[in-house]
């Protein structure tokens, strides 16, 4: 199915020049003369790589198929990781570089998303929050304002600002997106 330049959406998945991109964000720029451009940024889901292109809006593309499921994390070697499909217990193994900054919202038996491309596992998609534990954090300052932020290190080993009366043990919401706390667990 061919699809204009000018509809693209976020989430959108292409075929160009024979790889699968993902639209991550875009704009619309009317210049003075001539005819719209779209500028993009655009995620390939072999490479992992990052690109920004402009298309002329009236530029046809096919719309990548992708197939995705369900699978549950099992573990990681060396920078291997393991996924099982829980109803025909096959394994997948995707590269660190195919997982990217997604390893620090994944812990043992969480459940995730595997994307294919032609029978090619190429991403893994989390879920958009994820309840991780906070193992290691300063106590709270008697007298700090509630608005005051202290440093957090969870689980996975990513580091976020948590309010002060987060303490070490707890389980915190995090938001996958962007990286932030997002409430309690």
């Known amino acids: ?4 330049a000018g509809d693209f959406r976020t989430g ?22 001539g005819a719209a451009i779209l500028k993009t940024k655009m995620k390939n889901l072999k490479t992992g790589s990052t ?4 298309f002329n809006a009236s530029t046809k593309f096919e719309q990548a198929t992708i197939e995705k ?9 060396d920078s291997v990781y393991y996924f ?5 217990y096959e394994t ?3 590269s660190a570089n195919q997982i990217g900054d997604n390893k620090y919202f994944i812990i043992e038996g969480a459940e995730v998303s595997v994307v294919f491309f032609e029978g090619d596992v190429v991403d893994v998609s989390v879920p958009e929050k994820v309840e991780l534990e906070v193992v290691e954090t300063t106590p709270a300052i008697k007298g700090a304002p509630t608005t005051q932020t202290k440093d957090a290190l969870l689980e996975t080993g990513f580091s976020i600002r ?4 987060i303490e070490q043990g707890e389980k915190v919401v995090v938001s996958t997106s962007d990286g932030k706390y997002s409430g309690r667990a």
């Open 69 to 77: 499921k369900t699978v549950q994390y099992s573990y990681q070697a």
């Open 92 to 94: 997948y193994e995707l």
């Open 84 to 88: 099982m499909d829980m109803e025909t």
């Open 12 to 33: 959108l998945t292409l075929n160009i020049d024979g790889d699968p991109w993902v639209v991550l964000d875009f704009q619309h720029v009317k210049p003075g003369k």
């Open 162 to 165: 948590v309010p002060q009366f």
């Open 51 to 54: 690109q920004e292109r402009n």
């Open 1 to 4: 199915m061919a699809i204009l």
